[in-house]
């Protein structure tokens, strides 16, 4: 596509339950990226994928938190056993060299 | 480590005044700048970036952005600003040898006035 998609835009999610958020990265970006965005902590880096290994995941909060890539392209992102800090916008973005980076549009987490 | 201080949490502005969003880091090894931009509700946006050469960089919609590497800034500016300039600006910055990945300073939310 045209540019990073990021699925579902919206979700609801009840404490305990676990959630995937998926991101189709601009076609041949080799570098992906998540952050999340929530009030009071900004914009926080999480993960950082080259091709399908992750070179840096110093920014996962917790054990609960986990990614993946396949076929150097789409990514998800799993939270487990859900908490309420964890709400907050999960964005995706993708790179080809590692110079500018582009978000999508992010995916809204909200945990009930 | 690297990091960025947005001094300015908020900038109120009347339409057609001037604007300045302030940005310094501070890093031990050179850096790529950026500033991106959130539209409410919406993603974020590359806004420009400055990755080498001249240090004074342009966005197609009238803002300007300066590195001062002794000053350890990047500045954002506009001369005269619109209503639909209302959005956040973040000020981000990175270092190839780290993956390019993003470090964002908490940024600024421009509230263009009529």
């Known amino acids: 596509g045209a540019g990073v998609s990021q699925s579902p835009s919206n979700k609801v999610t009840e404490k305990g339950k676990d959630v995937e958020l998926r991101c189709d990265p601009i076609s041949g970006h080799t570098a992906l990226y998540w952050y999340r965005q929530s009030l009071g902590q900004g914009l926080e880096f999480l993960i950082y994928f080259q091709g399908n290994s992750a070179p840096d995941k110093s920014g996962l909060p917790s054990d609960r938190f986990s990614a993946e890539r396949t076929g150097g392209s789409v990514s998800t992102l799993t939270i487990q056993r859900t908490q309420q800090e964890d709400s907050a916008v999960y964005l995706c973005?993708?790179?080809?060299?590692?110079?500018?980076?582009?978000f999508g549009e992010g995916s809204w987490l909200t945990v009930v | 480590a690297q990091s960025v201080t947005q001094l300015d949490s908020q900038v109120p502005v009347f339409e057609e005044a001037p604007v300045e969003l302030r940005c310094n880091y501070s890093?031990?090894?050179?850096?790529?700048l950026f500033w991106y931009v959130q539209y409410p509700n919406q993603g974020l946006q590359l806004l420009l970036k400055?990755?080498?050469?001249?240090?004074l960089v342009e966005s197609i919609n009238g803002f300007e952005a300066e590195f001062n590497k002794s000053q350890t800034s990047f500045h954002l500016r506009k001369p005269s600003v619109h209503i639909s300039d209302t959005a956040e600006y973040f000020c981000?910055?990175?270092?190839?040898?780290?993956?390019?990945?993003?470090?964002f300073g908490q940024g600024t939310e421009l509230s263009v006035k009529p």
């Open positions: 890093s031990s090894v050179s850096v790529y």
């Open positions: 981000a910055v990175s270092n190839y040898n780290q993956g390019g990945k993003l470090i």
């Open positions: 973005a993708s790179s080809p060299q590692s110079s500018s980076i582009y």
């Open positions: 400055y990755l080498s050469g001249s240090t």
